[in-house]
């Protein structure tokens, strides 16, 4: 039997989306222009033309409503790095695609990035964003994490859970630190800056080296070997 829905509980749906996309599009406006510290629940309401209590029944707090600001970036950012490593016939170069469509993106979009992973904001819990935590399929992290494990189901890496974690975080903060720095100063002439290309390939090496060093596995000989070899591309 098919239940029919109720008119008016779906035009209060249309609504309550509505509201939200509005009161989130002024909370973006407002980081971009003067940054998450001048958030706060009675500003956002003000220009956004709500009520206070509207602007707490849809998000709680602060934390959350800027969590949610940012998700639609997020969102955007997992499925270029998705369909990155689409492209890759092994983990190690899928890994490669990934780290290079995250970088592209941020210098392509240098506000949204700044937006989403420089500027200081408060941390909401994971339940409160509209991503999956911890998925691949919807969170970039742990897309990446999912490729270390990769590594190490192929006996790349020799890796338990809390080092899988070290090594995606260091992985994860080197590709941020260059996109950031590249983001924050642009053509710093004080920097003897190579192609972006390049600089990431010689990045992923560095890092690399380091974790199989540390976290041999019983393949990892030849990818060693292979990245020793090696030069920085001009």
Do not use: C
Not at 114 to 127: G, I
Not at 149 to 154: A, F, Q, R, S, T
Not at 190 to 213: K, S
């Amino acid at each position: 039997m098919i239940t029919k829905k109720n008119p008016l509980e779906e035009r209060k749906q249309r609504e309550f989306g509505q509201r939200r996309k509005d009161i989130l599009r002024i909370v973006r406006k407002m980081i971009l222009k003067g940054g998450a510290r001048e958030i706060t629940m009675r500003r956002v309401a003000v220009k956004s033309g709500f009520s206070t209590t509207v602007v707490y029944a849809l998000f709680g707090d602060k934390a959350t409503l800027i969590a949610n600001a940012v998700d639609d970036d997020i969102i955007r950012l997992q499925k270029l790095l998705r369909a990155a490593i689409a492209e890759g016939k092994t983990t190690l170069e899928r890994l490669r695609l990934a780290s290079l469509s995250y970088v592209e993106n941020g210098l392509r979009h240098p506000d949204q990035y700044f937006l989403v992973f420089m500027e200081r904001r408060p941390a909401a819990p994971p339940e409160t964003s509209t991503l999956e935590f911890g998925n691949p399929e919807h969170d970039p992290y742990a897309l990446v994490r999912s490729l270390i494990v990769g590594l190490v189901d192929e006996g790349i890496l020799a890796a338990n859970g809390t080092e899988i974690d070290v090594v995606t975080q260091v992985i994860w903060e080197g590709l941020h630190g260059m996109t950031s720095l590249r983001v924050s100063t642009g053509d710093d002439p004080w920097i003897a800056r190579i192609d972006a290309q390049a600089h990431l390939d010689f990045l992923l090496d560095i890092v690399l080296l380091g974790v199989l060093h540390r976290f041999p596995g019983k393949k990892s000989g030849a990818v060693i070997k292979q990245i020793s070899g090696r030069r920085v591309a001009a």
